[in-house]
């Protein structure tokens, strides 16, 4: 049976490196495609240096954070250096700087190929849909396959060599760790350009969106490579590291089949990783086909190909079992079914989004009243389903053994994360696409190119807001089992010092509880720092533009040669964004750490589960919230309700604004946050367990 | 020890009737009052027979809903007739008949005395704040008073007859579901005008407020009372029983020291009821005093007298333990804490007012996600405030044996809505005041006068959000005891049938989480319902009221004579509260009970900790973001940020009206939602343990 997880060591690292090679021929692929267009290549250059001093200012700070934690883990973890065995200090900390850099490297990729695509696709838009379609998907199928190759990559070599899941915790804190900073900094960098580039441009002086003339235009398209390339890319990189990392601490407290269980954890990984590859290989569009229906399709393609081939899987291997491959098929099914849910309330052709259009024709207040309530409504399908997938992956897996029913949960979001390499290259289109729209305006190709351009972006909001919905509904399944990873970490600290189990944490005991509402209260003030964090970045960026807008003269006239300080705007996002998410950061962190030492791990137990519930709600509805009011707000400018220009459109542009932090930046950064404060109680389970006052 | 007991039945009555002679008193008082100005007298009686008409339309459904709620207890609790015991089941029934009409009159009671107050308190402002002062407060006491000693009269009259404190849960549940429709129906009404009013009036015409050509106005005005005198008394009439019901069903279940823990929970009660009509009584305003240091400075009083009585009784009582006397006045204290920093967020002479409204100046969106922002962390200090109340309530009593420490937490409710009678008495006085502002315009009262009326309405505004915070911080802890009453009557459930009792909620056990997670997902669910139902009801009145412009000749140019049709408004918002409150109050018992058929106890348990966890956050967040919206409004209004008129203003006011659905109808009522869940689940717990899918 060793044998058989060594094939499957082998396996893994064979197909990471087949998703490498094959990214590596489709960047190529784009290199080789037209750019020519003068003026798209300079402004394409100013984006991809503007991205470059984000990241790299970014990387440094996160070098000097990741640094320090490596240190203080090499000290404490997993147990005190004083108390334990200073290599397996030194392999942890390793382990989690391998996380952050593999992490680090796979959105500094994404950055580069989705650089190089904005501009080819903005001139194959020129050719009609299909070239430039291309171009936009297999841009962002190079940032997917990179992102699932390096996890699967990571996890598998590390585990190969120390041979112990706990050493996997910190590889995957390493991981969320650099997530949450890109997801919450690239969501504050993006939206604080994209708040002040409309405030000053399409409200102040009314100008289109992409007009070159307003100082903000680069940043904003800067931050959406950023803040949905490179953030998108390390938040999903970390949600499968940690569902699989997670899997695999549990897999190793099972008694019997240890070794198929770990085999099957890996068997399903790089079958999933494999089916994207076939997905992204074969997805095709007609000539004047339809991009979301293309996108989805690969979608369903890759589901089916996943399903089939673990089923198979199943059928020859002895050991694995066909009620893993049932909760692994429910946890895929449901993470489709959130984001079909998801598209229900965000999608203009449904009836959602027509009902806020039609709300702003009474005034701002009720873009928002009808906004809050139909995002609040929007988040149960996707909690019920949660809790149901976890309810069955439970019952089917329980029978197999003490332990196996979590497992089970486990596997189910393995399956949910499994097809994550398309998932990403859907996603990833969206920002490419976006900017390509950008740059097809700001190098004059024309109405019918930009028209073009603008199908395709449509395309890309809708199926953000599917893949938003599937990460957020991964993140809740993930987190349930890094639950179960938690307490069997608790359980062996206990059982290192001879001290009595924990079978579980009871919310009539007062620490639980006090956990739990502690935890609760975490993504809400979360939400609000980065949220806060916007607006004061944004008002300092208005006040650079109105500067420029004063002091250089001709900018607003539009004098041919005068260019405004784009760098300026852009050294006004980094700084504000990282100034802001570090005290965000650090605070969950700070709060996990001072809940442990106050109640121990019961109460941590129960902080973990008021955090999942109440980010889940919170990241849910806004995602859904802000998805619903920018289509809304799109639904109008079609010409509905008054169209452009109309009260209600001015009613939904505000509701659009509103919609932006809630959308890119808290929203999508609170799954990260509720990853890393999981990974922290795990890897300072022996902590809690020592030294804690009421615990 | 059973004569003690006896004893204090007897003085809970005593004392009751003691509050019933001193509201009678000030009923008197406040009557014989000046009530001269015809113009005053005719709108006041407009107000309160629109009133009245309300209550009577909402009485006659509740009665049809009550009677048939009463026939299914009869059938079905707490045993099925046909396994049980009939006349226990008749009780039941009739006990919770008995809640429904006691909750009904105190709601009736408050309206009739409120509406009497309005007319003579906007008089008595033309002699200075003192007199006018005293009207309003004493007005409101009435409503406290009748509350107080309605729950406490009710409580101890049941137990003293059946002796069985599960009866007591069908008595809460009565006055519950009452509350639940009282407080919902009552703030769809009152925000349906108040939003209507505005966006034709202010918006629309740039009449004032209270202008009487406005059909709404009088609509609005009977909201005022409908809402927060009638809808406020309920709710905390309810949580109230419920505090002392939760805690009796523990005590009863306590073995040994029965009747001294019994007592203990009537001794805290009588006495607090005792300490709020002391606190009443000496309640004085100097001839320019502040009215807001005037409410709170009483509020302290009769925290200390109850305080100082506690102990004194503690002292005197041999069976009464110092332990509980600690929880109880922990639970006061950190309702006090909880009501302090609620004034930090929404005071307007406090930094986050302010902030708020600078940040308008950039525009709505800004207002929103500033309001939005700080009222998720304004949530925070009473999340955790609450659970480390709990937790030292529990830590202080575990010592006394088996049971006892959720005793301490229930104790610590009792304590914490003890000093209840004090409360209502401030909360009552605010629709008083609001309502005499608005009898003072309309009656052209002069500047002066309204300048002291506002004086007095700005008071009302201030206290109003403490208040809510405290009533919101009650519920909190009580239905943390109701938990432990749930699971005390499962287990009396599971003894009956000889099966294993269990011992608690442990959340890795899936069917635990799953109910969790739904649980967590229907406050969220019940505010959207009821705030859409708002914004739909107050479009139909925004259509009733612009037919009245259009065909009523001189209406608008304000012809002498002329009167718009103000009881149409009443009716439209009358029919709208009833058919868009009963889809929400039934979508939450109907949730409680699917999951209890589906996961059995253990799911319903964890469905209480979600709905707790979700409800406390949103409830919070959206009663303080709406009262920070509204202060900021007013304090741009005074002349600070451009002042009225002003961008910012005009901010403002849309941050104001999405707020006014969040404070005034979804934020409150959600603490009803989640006493009735619990109530629900209590009741139903025989059927559940029997019949359930997964459980």
């Known amino acids: 049976m060793e044998q058989q997880l060594k094939l499957f060591y082998g396996l893994s690292v064979l197909v990471a490196a087949l998703a490498f090679a094959f990214a590596f021929y489709l960047y190529l692929w784009v290199k080789r495609q037209k750019s020519v267009n003068k003026k798209i290549i300079e402004v394409a250059t100013l984006i991809r240096e ?199 601490v549990i897999a190793q407290s099972l008694a019997g089949g240890i070794f198929d269980n770990v085999s099957m954890v890996f068997c399903y990984a790089l079958l999933g990783l494999f089916a994207s590859i076939i997905g992204i290989a074969t997805a095709r569009i007609g000539k004047n086909g339809n991009p979301t229906k293309a996108l989805n399709s690969s979608t369903y393609v890759t589901t089916i190909i996943f399903m089939a081939l673990t089923a198979l899987a199943t059928y020859f291997f002895e050991g694995f079992s066909w009620r893993i491959w049932g909760a692994s098929s429910t946890g895929l099914l449901v993470g489709i079914i959130i984001g079909l849910t998801t598209d229900y309330f965000t999608d203009d052709s449904k009836p959602i989004v027509k009902k806020v259009a039609r709300a702003s024709k009474s005034g701002p207040a009720f873009t928002i009243l009808s906004g809050v309530s139909y995002g609040f409504i929007s988040a149960i399908p996707a909690m019920i389903g949660i809790a149901v997938s976890a309810l069955i992956a439970f019952k089917i897996c329980e029978p197999m053994g003490p332990g196996y029913a979590i497992f089970g949960i486990s596997m189910a979001a393995v399956g949910m994360l499994s097809i994550v390499g398309m998932i990403i290259s859907n996603d990833a289109y969206g920002p490419i696409v976006d900017n390509a729209r950008g740059l097809a305006e700001m ?98 960026m208005v006040k650079e533009i109105h500067r420029q807008f004063n002091t250089i003269k001709g900018l607003k006239e539009g004098v041919e040669g005068v260019k405004p300080e784009y760098g300026k705007c852009i050294d006004i996002a980094t700084t504000g964004a990282l100034r802001e998410l570090i005290p965000a950061g650090l605070m969950t962190i700070i709060a996990t750490v001072a809940v442990g030492l106050i109640g121990g791990p019961k109460a941590v137990g129960g902080f973990l589960l008021g955090n999942i519930v109440s980010g889940l709600l919170l990241a849910l509805f806004m995602s859904n919230a802000g998805g619903l009011w920018d289509n809304s707000k799109k639904y109008i400018e079609s010409g509905n309700e008054g169209g452009k220009g109309s009260d209600a459109h001015k009613a939904a542009v505000i509701g659009d604004t509103v919609g932006d932090p809630f959308k890119d930046t808290a929203g999508p950064s609170i799954n990260t946050q509720i990853t890393v404060v999981s990974l922290v109680a795990s890897l300072l389970s022996t902590i809690f367990v020592t030294f804690s006052i009421f615990g």
């Not at 987190?479 to 307490?487: D, Q």
Request: hydrophobic residues 55%; glycine residues 12%; negative net charge.
């Open 50 to 248: 503007g991205a470059n001093t984000f990241m790299a200012r970014e990387y440094k700070i996160l070098a000097i954070f990741s640094l320090t934690v490596a240190a203080i883990i090499f000290i404490l973890l997993p147990h005190p250096i004083w108390k334990g065995n200073i290599l397996t200090n030194l392999t942890m900390a390793i382990s989690y700087l391998c996380g952050t850099i593999l992490s680090a490297l796979a959105g500094k990729i994404g950055i580069l190929v989705a650089s190089l695509s904005n501009a080819r696709c903005a001139e194959a838009a020129q050719d009609g849909i299909k070239p430039a379609f291309m171009i936009g998907f297999r841009g962002g199928a190079v940032m997917g396959l990179i992102v699932v190759g390096c996890s699967l990559f990571g996890v598998a070599t590390v585990l190969w060599l120390v041979n112990d899941a706990t050493i996997l915790l910190g590889f995957s804190f390493g991981a969320s760790s650099l997530a949450l900073f890109a997801k919450a900094g690239g969501g504050i960098f993006t939206k604080t350009a994209d708040i002040a580039a409309d405030l000053t441009g399409k409200v102040e002086l009314g100008i289109a969106e992409d007009d070159p003339r307003n100082p903000a235009v680069i940043a904003d398209n800067v931050g959406d490579n950023v803040g949905d390339v490179a953030g998108m890319g390390a938040d999903l990189f970390d949600s499968n590291v940690a569902a699989m990392a997670s899997a695999l």
């Open 443 to 540: 190098g004059n190709l024309g109405e019918e190119t930009i028209k073009v351009a603008d199908e395709l972006d449509s395309a890309g909001n809708t199926v953000k807001a599917v893949t938003k919905g599937f990460s957020i509904g991964a993140a809740g399944l993930t987190v349930i089992s890094l639950l179960g990873a938690f307490m069997s970490e608790v359980n062996s600290a206990l059982a290192a010092i001879g001290k009595e189990l924990i079978k579980g944490f009871d919310i009539m005991d007062p620490t639980v509880f006090f956990g739990t509402l502690t935890g609760a209260a975490i993504p809400a003030l979360f939400s609000a720092m980065l949220i806060l964090g916007v607006d004061k970045n944004a008002q300092r």
